[in-house]
């Protein structure tokens, strides 16, 4: 058994609190992108969500696809890829 001590990773009391909060918030956001890709209110909640990751939570989503994957024209989707631009750099770092 081998044991992955890293300073600057998350905790085991940090990795069980992104598990029940974040990863529900995210399954939430993607069956809701999924029902409505319209909607431009969800896609704001969905970059608001990846700016909490930013400051809160360093790490990759799985709502990056559907994030590039909206119209050019959709009005949310300059925010979310430059919200989703700055979560990829700041996990990569």
């Known amino acids: 058994m081998s044991v992955n001590i890293d300073p600057t990773g998350p905790s085991f009391g940090e990795s069980r609190q992104i598990t029940s909060e974040d990863v529900n918030v995210e399954h939430l956001l993607d069956v809701f992108t999924t029902l409505d890709p319209d909607s431009v209110r969800v896609w704001l ?6 700016e909490h990751l930013f400051w809160y ?3 990759l989503t ?9 119209p050019d024209a959709h009005p949310a989707k300059p925010s ?5 631009a700055q ?3 700041s996990v990569v770092q």
């Not at 909640?45 to 990846?50: L, N």
């Not at 979310?80 to 989703?84: A, G, I, R, S, W």
């Open 62 to 70: 799985i709502l990056k696809p559907k994030i590039e994957g909206l």
């Open 80 to 84: 979310c890829l430059f919200v989703l």
């Open 57 to 59: 939570k360093k790490r």
């Open 45 to 50: 909640i969905c970059g608001y969500f990846m």
């Open 87 to 89: 979560l990829f750099d």
